[in-house]
């Protein structure tokens, strides 16, 4: 059994780039698992992986020729079927034996075994270990199967009567135990020890690997390849910042770009390229989009952050004189330059104002209508929240943000770039001459767009975000468009974070089942005045557009239901936002059980729980928290709060009254004041009193008036040690 080094490769034509990545470290783990399962691999065995734009590649130390024998335990049948009473074998067994390709010399090594109440012939079988020729090729057979490929290809092989189907046409395939070629087969293509390098820059071609070790270093060297993904990543990302830092600039920083443009070359080579500055005219953001979207050039920046007018392109060849590669790129780039001056120059001659009529003519969703008619729904929202926030003033600005704030969407920028969707409507507001606050509202309306996102940067911002987010919401939850697993296509939990976020660190004083309640109400009203779906019906009849949503009149949800379904669903979020923040199960179940509705208090609360925590008294408080929910839960009779002094007989209930009648007003003015910490603090005065109590207290007593008044006072208890958060969810 020989233990050798093993190489294998698959040279294709070029794979997709923005999956390259995921699809080479795919073939490589999974034909690692497959060698793994058939004890092929070593203890120590480590894997490399290589991915190109051609080829997918993995080499694996310590692999054995052939796998060692393993002794099976193989169940035969009951030993009342596979013996007479002489203990011979009857032709049940003879005839599973002779299945197993055994005789009947075998018979007295059988083994006897109780399986059950059944008593059972068992046989120790060796397995002779796989050879890696035969175990290679069932693990190759597997990888390609398992390749994570949205879409095939159907191609012919070379003899012109076979087809196969996968991703791109596969050439050649190197199958190599140290310097000896594996016997296996894949595609069509039998394993060699011939690979090609570098399209046009290889020194050798085919090469002839000499053996697993020398795969790497021979692309390289006669290939002019960089096997390895990482390493032509880092060299990519090393040759950019170098590039950059000669011409004084700093690249964008884009990992994604970065990976697709690795995946795209096999010999890196940057160099710098320019465009006119005139372009710096348009919009950064767009010129930015063109150069990465449409070139995979890399723009570079001042140290301001504005964008320059050089870029850099990396290239798949390294000629003496690089100038005609760059002249190629700066004028394919300067036509797409053109194009995105020509859109910007264009969507200026039409306000945004202009645009609105046409909003009623694009269909939002066909139950609930047109973005016109979305957008009176956001308006009015809006306008509720900016009165609450800054009065008058604010509510005009925000309805006036509100009313322009999709209006981009109908402009040629947006239409080839919709990535730019708020962006250009900001900058098209200040060509206009809005106010600040109103232009940057239009932008960050759709703020915080995925995890880590920035927040609206102004209140007008803040009331539209806020209204945006709450008419999707409140909308699809109408029409029961509520996420399920995995599914979710219309961004509803982004859209609940959103508003999360923007609540919490914001620090806004907005009760969330207000805003859901105010939601939901606006759009109530707005959808009770039929004129607004029958004017959208009408303008989409008018432009030959088949009619298919039901706006108001559709088949909505009670409003109750909805409210009741939205908040479960955003405490839902929340409780998985704390969670990733680090707090705990416990604690984070120990506050929003009592669903507070300012969520500005929330992070309060838990500070406040970590602190009780570690208090000594924390922990027998939390366990007699939970005592007291679990008695008051099996009382049979309605329970009240107000406690008949004078039915207070045991010295022991008497103290923990007291103890409550003192208590209770410093709690409650603490808690009034927002110091969370010092309220649920105060109660550590209650475990004495309490475990007294416990102790020498029967409460479920058969006196029905004695009992009722000792449920009373651990009613009037556990509001008292729940007001900040449910203790017992603390308890172990």
């Not at 990545?21 to 490399?48: D, P, W, Y």
């Not at 000896?180 to 394993?191: K, Q, T």
């Not at 950019?240 to 697709?260: F, M, N, R, S, Y």
């Not at 006196?703 to 958060?725: E, H, I, P």
Request: proline share 4%; glycine share 6%.
């Amino acid at each position: 059994m020989a233990i050798k080094n093993l190489l294998i490769e698959l040279l294709v034509e070029e794979l997709p780039p923005k999956s390259l990545r995921h699809i080479g470290e795919s073939f490589a783990e999974v034909l690692v698992n497959q060698l793994k399962a058939q004890n092929l691999t070593g203890k120590n065995t480590v894997m490399t992986i290589y991915a190109t734009p051609r080829r997918l590649a993995v080499h694996l130390t310590n692999v054995v020729s052939q796998a060692a024998d393993k002794t099976v335990l193989h169940k035969l049948m009951p030993v009342s079927v596979g013996l007479d009473n002489e203990g011979q074998a009857t032709t049940a067994l003879q005839n599973k034996l002779a299945g197993l390709g055994l005789d009947l010399s075998i018979v007295p090594q059988l083994k006897r075994s109780m399986a059950g109440k059944i008593e059972m012939l068992f046989l120790d079988h060796v397995v002779p270990g796989v050879l890696l020729a035969e175990g290679l090729q069932k693990a190759l057979n597997e990888t390609i199967a398992q390749l994570p490929i949205p879409k095939v290809m159907t191609y012919q092989l070379a003899d012109g009567w076979q087809s196969v189907n996968f991703v791109r046409p596969a050439h050649r395939l190197v199958a190599l135990h140290g310097d000896e070629i594996v016997p296996v087969s894949v595609l069509g293509l039998a394993a060699k020890n011939l690979t090609q390098g570098h399209r046009f820059e290889a020194t050798v071609n085919p090469i002839a690997i000499k053996n697993a070790d020398s795969y790497a270093q021979q692309l390289s060297m006669e290939g002019a390849v960089t096997a390895s993904f990482d390493n032509r990543r880092s060299e990519i990302a090393e040759q950019l910042a170098t590039a950059a830092a000669g011409a004084g600039l700093k690249p964008i920083d884009d990992d994604a770009l970065l990976d697709e443009v690795t995946a795209l070359v096999e010999r890196p080579n940057t160099l710098v390229g320019e465009f006119d500055p005139e372009f710096l005219n348009v919009p950064q953001e767009c010129l930015i989009l063109t150069m990465k979207v449409n070139q995979k050039y890399f723009p570079m920046l001042h140290a301001d952050g504005k964008l320059a007018n050089k870029f850099l392109v990396v290239s798949n060849i390294r000629p003496m004189d690089a100038s005609l590669v760059i002249g190629g790129n700066e004028r394919v780039l300067r036509s797409r330059l053109a194009d995105a001056k020509f859109f910007f120059d264009q969507d200026r001659k039409k306000t945004l104002a202009e645009r609105l009529p046409g909003l009623d003519k694009v269909i939002y969703h066909n139950k609930i209508g047109t973005q016109g008619l979305r957008i009176e729904y956001v308006r009015a929202i809006a306008n509720g929240i900016a009165q609450q926030l800054g009065g008058e003033e604010l509510a005009v600005q925000a309805d006036q943000a509100a009313m322009l704030a999709k209006a981009d969407l109908l402009t040629e920028m947006v239409g080839e770039f919709p990535e730019l969707q708020g962006i250009m409507g900001r900058y098209y507001a200040q060509y206009e001459g809005f106010d600040d606050n109103i232009a940057f509202a239009i932008e960050d309306h759709y703020k915080p767009r995925f995890a880590g996102d920035e927040l609206p940067r102004n209140q007008v911002a803040v009331c539209v975000a806020l209204a945006d987010k709450l008419e999707t919401l409140v909308n699809m939850f109408s029409f029961g468009q509520i996420p399920t697993g995995d599914k979710d296509p219309f961004a509803l939990r982004r859209h609940a974070l959103g508003v999360i976020r923007i609540l919490t660190e914001k620090d806004l004083p907005f009760r969330i089942d207000a805003l859901i309640n105010h939601a939901i109400q606006v759009i109530e009203d707005i959808n009770t005045h039929s004129q607004w779906v029958q004017r959208y019906t009408e303008n989409l009849q008018d432009s030959g557009k088949k009619v298919k949503f039901v706006g108001g009149h559709g088949s909505r949800c009670a409003s109750t239901d909805v409210a009741a379904q939205l908040l479960t669903f955003i405490y839902e979020r929340l409780t998985g936002s704390l969670r990733e923040q680090g707090y705990s199960a416990q604690e984070v179940e120990s506050v929003l059980i009592l669903h507070p509705q300012n969520f500005t208090d929330v992070s309060r609360r838990l500070a406040a729980v970590r602190a009780f925590m570690v208090l000594p008294e924390a922990k027998s408080l939390a366990a007699a928290n939970k005592r007291v929910g679990n008695i008051l839960k099996k009382a049979a009779e309605t329970i009240s709060r107000e406690v008949d002094v004078a039915l207070l007989q045991e010295s022991a209930e008497l103290a923990l009254h007291q103890a409550l009648v003192e208590l209770i007003p410093d709690t409650d003015a603490a808690f009034t004041a927002g110091d969370y910490k010092a309220s649920l603090q105060m109660l550590a005065a209650l475990k004495s009193p309490v475990d007294t109590f416990f102790d020498n207290v029967m409460v479920n007593t058969d006196n029905r008036q004695l009992r009722k008044n000792r449920l009373a006072l651990l009613a009037q208890l556990q509001q008292a040690m729940n007001r900040v958060a449910d203790i017992s969810k603390l308890a172990a």
